[in-house]
C-alpha cells in the first residue's frame, strides 16, 4: 500500500476489549503494539487473522487482539496452527510463543513445523526466562544463570532459536529486538508478507524475572557495538561509526574495524538472504560478548508451503476422478454379492 | 448333527455341518493373513455368514521357525447368524512346527491338522522346542492329522512355468489354501478373481500362484489323505448388498460417510500405532472427497492439528491406542474447554504401558471416561463389531457437531482386525447431519458471545472469517455466556456443572438401550457387554436358553452418557444375577454399581484374547446350578 491512500484499517480496529495484564514495563507490550501496526499496514479485516498461542506470559497476546484467536495448550501452538492453516478456510496465521513454549516442551512441533513449511508467522518472545510460572531458568538461560531452580547457577548448554529454525530448513528466520520498535515493525512486518513458515526470535524483556539479560542488544546506548542490523544485499557493518563489520576468515566469520589492519569495506561480507542454510548457520551462531549478534532477516527464501501441497493433492485427487466420487460406491468397494428375498447368496 | 450326503464328483462323501472354524497359522512371513483373507471372501460369497479374528505376532519378522514369529488367522463360517470367530478350532492349517506349538491347545479333540510336511525340518523342529517329530511320534493320535509336503508340491505345480526356488516355494500358502478350499466346498472363483487383479502386472506370479491354487484343490479330491469333505450350507441373511469390512475400515468410511452427510470437510491427524494406523491408511485414500489427512510428528499434535481444524469448521479427528491416548489427553481437556467438535477414536489394545500391542483388551474405559485433569466429561461410544464401527462414526460426528463437544469411539483390537459380512447401506436412506454457522452476532450491540447456549446446551460455532463474530477461545476458564477469561468461584461451578449437563443431554438424542431375549418377567440372569464382547455374549445367551436357563443380555453401545432407560432396565434386575463379562478388571463393572448402585458383579479376563463363548456359558451355568443345588 502507498503512503498516501489512507489506510482501511486502524490500531483500533484490532484491539479487543480486554485488559492488557502483562506486568508494566514487559517487552511484551511493544511487540503487541508493533503487531497491531503491521496489521494496519498489511490492510486485511480483522476477522481475516487468527492467532494462536500456548501457555506463557506472551501467549496471553491473542486474548488482546480483536481477530479470531486461540490460547492453547503448553508447547503445542505450533501443532494446532498446523492443523488450522492446511484446513479451509485459509487464515492469515499467527503463532505467539515463547522460549519455554517453543523451545522445550513444544521443541518437536516447532522444528517439524517449520520442516513443513506451513504458511504462518511464528513470533517466539524469547525472555531466557520462564515468567508464568515465576523465574525459573529456560532453555535459552545461559550457562551459570542463577534462578529458583538452579540457585548453583544452570548446568545446561542454550539452545539457539534461529540455528534450530535453520536447522529445520525454515524459509524465513529473523530476529528482532523489544525495545528497537522501528526494527520490530519491520521484520515483523516482512515475515507476516513471507509465504510459507516465518521465525522470527523476539529479544523481549522480562523486568520482573531477566531484568537486562539482553541488555546488550536493547540498551540504546551500547547495542549499535553489539548488534549488526543485516540487510540483504548490503555490507554487515555495525558501530556507532558504522565502521566494524564481518569479514570471513576460512571457513569462520569474524568481527574487524574497517580501516585497520588493512581492512576495506570490500572485506565485508554482503549479506545474501537466499544463501545456502550453511552460511546463515554461521550468522546465527555468533552470539554475545564474543561477537556482535546480528539482527534482521537472516534467511527468506522460497519454497511450497505445506498447506498449498495438502490442498493441492486433495484437488488433484479429486480431478483424477473427474469430481467428487460417489459416496454409495465407496461404500460398496470393489467386491459385493447379493442376498435376495428368500436369505439366499447369489453371487456377484 | 451331521447329514451324509455323497455328492463329491471325486466320489468321496460331503458331511454337512452347521459351522466350521479355521485357523491358518505359520511363520509371519507365510502370508497367512492373506490366505485367511481369501477364504474369508470365498466363504461370504458362497453365502455364509463369517467372523474371522487375526492373531499377529508383536515382531514384525520375527527370526523364521520360531513361537513367536507365528502368525495366525482364525474364522468361523456358518449356516446361521453368527458373532464369533469361534472358540475351538475344528481344522488347523499349520505351516511349520511353531504353528503347531502355538495353537494346538485350540483344537478341538478330533479336529483335522493339516500340516505342511516339508516345513517340519529337524531345525525347525529343534526352533519349536520339539525333541521329536509329532507328525510321526503319535504325539497327535487324538487328531486327524494329514502331512502334506506343501512346498515340494508347489515347486512341482509351477516347474513348467519356469518358476523356482524362493519364488516357487512362496506360492505354498495358496496351496493349503486350495486343500482347504476343497475340504469345506468352498468356491475357486473368488480368489482367481482375487489372483487376477493383484498380480495383474506380473503374469508369472499370477499364473504360478493360480497353478498352485488349483493343485491344492485337486489333491484334495484325487488323493487318498482325505476321506470326506465337509459342506456348511447357506445363511440366511436379510436381503441386499453385502461386502466384508473390518472395524478400522468401517470407521474411516463412517467419517467419510458423516463429512459428506455434514457438508463439512474432514481433517484426520494422526501418528502411526497399532491397532490404529489402519484407519490412517484408509482415510489417506479418500482425498477424492475432500479428505485431509495429517501423519504429525507426534500424538499430541495429531490431535492439537485435528484441534486446530476443527476451530476452522472441519470435522477434526484423530485415533490411536491407549498410549497416545495418555498423550492426547490434555488436548482432550482443551477441546473440553472450548467446546469444540472433535472426533477421537482409542482402539483398544493390552495395557499397561506397551503392554500386548497385537493383542485384544477392553481396559481402557476409564481412561477415556476419566483420564484427565479436572472434571472433562466427554461422551463415549463403543461400536460392538466391525460393521457398527460405520454406524457409530456417523452418530459419533451427529454428537459432536449437534453438541459442540468432543466425542470418543472406543474401539478394540479385535474390531478393528475383524472382518465380518455387512450389508451396505443407502446413501439415500441417510440422514443429513444439520449444521449451522452462526453470521450474525448473537448478543446487543454487534456482540458476539460465544458460549450462548441455544436447548442442547450447545454453543455456537462461528467459522473464522466470518466479519463480526471475531472471538477468542482458549483453556482458561470462561465467563458464561461471554467466554471471558474467569476465575470466579461462581462462575467455575456453574460451568463445570453446564459441560457434564451438557454430555447429559446426549442421552435425550441417542437411542434407548435395547433388550435381547427379553422374558415378560425378568430372567434369573442379566449379562451386560460392551465392545468387541457383543458376539460372544449373544452367542452364550442362545446356548444359555437352549440349556434351559432364563437368561437376557444388553450390550451398551453408549457409556457415557448412558442409555435413558438403562436405570429402568437395571431395576428390573435387581435381585436377580446381573454378569458384566469385559475383558478388563471390571471397568464398566464399576461404573455400572457406582451410577445405579445394583449387585452386578464381573466375569473378567484380561489375557490378550476374546472370551471363549464356553467360558460365559461354563460361568452362568455353573452359577445357576449352584444356585439350583442350594435351594
Ligand atoms: S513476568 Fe516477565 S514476561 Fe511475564 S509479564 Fe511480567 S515482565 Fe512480562
Known sequence: MSATESPKYTVKDFASDQDVRWCPGCGDYSVLAAVKKVLVNLGIAPEQYAFISGIGCSSRFPYYMNTYGMHSIHGRALAVATGFKVAPPDMQTVVITGDGDALSIGGNHTIHALRRNVDFTVLLFNNEIYGLTKGQYSPTSPIGKKTKSSPYGSLDQPLNPLA????????????????????????????????????????????????????????????????????????????????????????????VTIGENGVTMDDIVRHDEHAPVGIHAQLARLKYPAFPEPIGVIRAVERPTYNDLVNDQVADAIEARGGRPDLQQLLNGNSTWEVNEQGETIGR | ???????????KPITDVPNATIRFAGDSGDGMQLTGVQFTNSSAIFGNDVSTMPDFPAEIRAPAGTVYGVSGFQLQFSSSDIYTPGDEVDTLVAMNPAALKVNLSDLRPGGIIIANEDGFTPQNLKLAGYEENPLTDGSLDKYRVHPIPMTQASLRAVEELGVIGKDAARCKNFFALGVVCWLYGRPLTPILTFIQNKFAKNETIREANTKVLKAGFYLGETQELFDRSYRVPKAK???????????????ALGLVAASELSNKSLFYGSYPITPASDILHELAKHKAFGVQTFQAEDEIAAICAALGASFGGAIGMTASAGPGIALKSEAMGLAVMMELPLIVVNVQRGGPSTGLPTKVEQADLMQVMYGRNGECPIPVLAPRSAADCFDMAIMATRIALRYMTPVVILSDGFIANSAEPWLIPSVSDMEPIKVEHPQEPNGEDDEFLPYLRDENLSRPWALPGTPKLMHRLGGLEKKDVTGAVNYEPANHQKMVNMRQAKVNKIAEFVPEQTIYNETDEAADVLLIGWGGTYGAIREANRLLIEMGHKVSNIHIRYIHPFPRNLGEILERYRGKHIIVPELNNGQLLRLIRAEYLVNARGLNKVQGKPFMVSEIVEFVDNLLTKEKKNA
Open chain 1, 164 to 255: 534450530i529454525a535453520l536447522a529445520a530448513e525454515a524459509s524465513f528466520v529473523a530476529r528482532t529486538v523489544d525495545m528497537h520498535p522501528k526494527h520490530l515493525q519491520e521484520t515483523i512486518e516482512r515475515a507476516m508478507r513471507h509465504k510459507g513458515s516465518s521465525f522470527v526470535e523476539i529479544y523481549q524483556n522480562c523486568n520482573i524475572f531477566n531484568d537486562g539479560a539482553m541488555a546488550h542488544a536493547q540498551d540504546r546506548k551500547v547495542r549499535a557495538d553489539n548488534v549488526v542490523e543485516i540487510k540483504h544485499g548490503e555490507p554487515m557493518v555495525y558501530g556507532k561509526e558504522l565502521n566494524k563489520g564481518l569479514m570471513r576468515k576460512g571457513r569462520d566469520v569474524i568481527p
Open chain 2, 1 to 11: 448333527m451331521p447329514l451324509e450326503t455323497p455328492v463329491d464328483p471325486s466320489g
Open chain 2, 237 to 251: 441373511l436379510p436381503p441386499g448388498t453385502y461386502r466384508e469390512i473390518h472395524g478400522n475400515e468401517a470407521i
